[in-house]
Every structure is written in C-alpha cells, then in structure tokens.
C-alpha cells in the first residue's frame, strides 16, 4: 500500500454505503427467526462494510470508524457471550446450552427462542471481529 | 512429472463420475437423504427438524433453529475454530521486531 | 432411464466434478504457493455446492415454517440440515484461508519467494551452508 493515493469519489460513495450495509447486516442477524439470516451471514456483511471502508479510504482514517485494536477481543466477547449462554442454562439447571433452563421467566419454547437470539448476536459479534482482525493482520504485515 | 499430474487428475475425475452416477438424480423426493426413515429404522434427523422446530424453539427458521439449538454443540466448535483461526493469524503475522537501529517496532 | 435423462437429472453433480477437478489442478499443477491456495478454495466451494445441492428436493420451498404450509408433511420443505452445516463451514473456511495467506506471508518473508522450485532451491541452499558451518566449527 506504498504508493496508495485515495480517492474522494470512492470515498464519498463507500461512506455514504457503508452505514446501510451494516443495517441490513443487523436486520439479517436479527431477523433471522423469520427469514433467511442468522449470526454468521449478518456478521460476515457487518465485516464486509467495516473492509469496504479499509480499502476506499486508507487504514489512517479507518481507524476511526473501527480501530485496529477492537477486532480480537470483540472476537472473544462473541465467544463468551455464546459460553456465557450456555453456562446460564447450566446456573438455570438444565444441562450445557440447554436454553430451556435459562434463568429468565417464559414458557419452555420462547425461551429457546431468546437463548438461540443470544447465541446468534454472539456468533455475529465473533466473526465481525475476526474477520476484521484476519484482514488488518495481512494488510498490515505488507506494509513493512 | 506433468503427465503424471495429468494422469491423476484423469483419474480423479473418471472415480467422481463413476461416484456421481450412483448417486440419485437431483431433487429426487424418494431419494434415501429424504426419507422419513433411515435404512436401519430408526427416525431421520432432517424429518424430525422439519416436523418439531417450530414446537420446540418457538422459531420458523428451521435453519436458525438447528445451527443453535439442536446442534448448539457443533456450532460452538466452529466458533472456536474461527477465534483460533483469528488468533494464529494474529500471533503468526503481528509480532514486535527490531529494526536495525536496535528500537522495538509496534 | 434414458441417457440424456440421467445426464440432465445429474446436472448438478457435473458442474461439481468440473469444480473438483479444476480446485486439484490448480493444487497439482500450479507452482505458485498463492495459486495453490486459491486451487484448494476452488476444492473447497465445490464440496459446499455438492452438500447444497443435494438438499433439494423437488416441489418443496425453503426450510422456513409457514403456516399455510404447515409442517407434518417434510416432503414439503427442502432438507435443512445441510443448508445448517455448509453455513459454518463457509465461515469457518474463510477463517482458515486467512491462515493459509499468513502463513504465505512469513513464508515469503523469509525466502523472499512463492515459487515451489525456487523455495527448494533456496531452502535446499541454506540447509548446506549452515551444515558447512557446522563442519568448520
């Protein structure tokens, strides 16, 4: 990326497509009970508008919008939260990733469909994050 | 050594058509895959998805309700996996080195 | 059954053997470590359309429970279970893939080449210097 020069139509279109991609990125991760969608198609949009912005305007200004630092541990925060969920249902009772148990009020069946909801926004948030960490990693390291 | 490659892949391509004319044709709904049960008896497990997902977990998504529920198990291995991918890719690539005036680059 | 009958209810599968064959090529063939790669990718999106595919069955719609469908009869909607394991699976390879390129990375890094002869050669060349070395001392 030595002799990169940016682009101030490229630019301007990337940012203005870049907060709609990420809408419909959370639309697909949570509306993935009824459609078509869940947390790895909504997760890899959100990482594609994230990269989109990383390759129009340069990783300097980029850095803005999503430092560099964030993708590893929002990884592992998606990693937890999946964890996390299952552990809750073991606290409830139930056995591991059992949501039947999880210690909220609601019939047996709603609260599968709230544990499976926790369990999609945790994959969502892990594969954003890692995605974004494997792109800036190689980027990076073509740098030097 | 080219002809060998050549004759290889010859020969993996005539073993996947021989494979593929075993298998039935597409979209065919009596196939074994579809069946209601399997050839041992037992209940298929994509029959018995179709038939209880909605009961079981409240959502239509049948698709949504297997990656997460049903097969939750399998599912968080595979987010291992990428966090691991994520990680040796980190610990491969972002190392701290030296450069020649003896400083320690980020 | 006709030939052409079998060839065109097979129609799926042809494309995948194309796709096979043509991901092993580019592993077999090519010489550059990047073209390998992207031959094993090819592989690998080959085996998912061959999961994908044989997920249909005719007549049926997607794997969404409708009311107006309902759901004791599974004839009615395509098999899920695939559709479930290929979605991780592409994820998972992409992951993967970015191993492989930083992994390609060091590696050119360090001999200053992707090509496999010329990374032979090189690795080849050095192990004897640092066995020379090990002789004179």
């Not at chain 3, 006709?2 to 077999?28: C, D, N, Q, T």
Request: include cysteine.
């Amino acid at each position: 990326m030595r002799d990169y020069e940016s682009d101030d139509i490229v630019i301007l279109v990337s940012r203005t497509l870049s907060p709609f991609i990420m809408l419909f990125a959370l639309y697909v991760i949570f509306h993935g009970h009824y459609s078509p969608g869940g947390g790895f198609q909504g997760g890899t949009m959100l990482a594609a508008a994230v990269i989109l912005i990383r390759l129009a305007a340069g990783m300097d200004i980029a850095q803005l919008q999503f430092p560099r630092a964030l993708g590893m541990p929002l990884g592992a925060v998606g990693v937890l939260i999946y964890f996390g969920t299952g552990v809750a249902a073991m606290l409830g009772g139930g056995s591991f990733l059992d949501y039947a148990y999880l210690p909220l009020p609601g019939a047996a069946a709603a609260l599968r469909s709230l544990g499976i909801l926790f369990v999609e926004v945790g994959v969502g948030l892990a594969v954003v994050g890692i995605l974004v960490s494997i792109y800036d990693d190689l980027l990076e390291s073509g740098e030097r | 050594m080219k002809v060998a490659n050549f004759a290889a892949l010859a020969l993996f391509a005539g073993l996947l058509i021989y494979a593929a004319s075993g298998l039935p044709n597409r979209g065919d709904p009596t196939a074994v895959l579809h069946r209601d049960t399997s050839p041992a008896g037992t209940p298929s497990a994509p029959s018995y998805y179709i038939r209880n997902a909605y009961k079981d977990a409240a959502t239509p998504n049948m698709v949504t309700v297997i990656l997460a529920d049903y097969r939750g198990f399998d599912t968080m291995g595979e987010e291992t996996v990428i966090f691991a991918a994520g990680l040796a890719c980190l610990l491969i690539l972002r190392r701290k080195r030296k450069n020649p005036q003896g400083e320690i680059e980020p | 059954m006709s030939g052409l009958e079998f060839f065109v209810g097979h129609y799926a599968y042809w494309f995948v053997v194309a796709l096979l064959v043509l991901g092993l090529y580019g592993m077999i063939v090519k010489r550059n470590f990047v073209k390998k790669l992207i031959g094993m990718t090819i592989f690998q999106v080959a085996v998912i359309i061959f999961f994908i595919s044989s997920a249909v069955k005719k007549g049926a719609t997607i794997p969404i429970a409708d009311k107006a469908v309902g759901t004791a009869e599974s004839g009615l909607y395509v098999n899920p279970l695939q559709h479930t394991l290929m979605l991780t699976a592409i994820v998972v390879g992409v992951a993967t893939a970015g191993v492989g390129y930083a992994l390609l990375v060091t590696i050119f890094r360090r001999f200053r080449t992707l090509n496999e002869p010329e990374l032979m050669e090189r690795m080849r060349r050095e192990r004897e210097a640092a066995e020379k070395q090990g002789n004179d001392a």
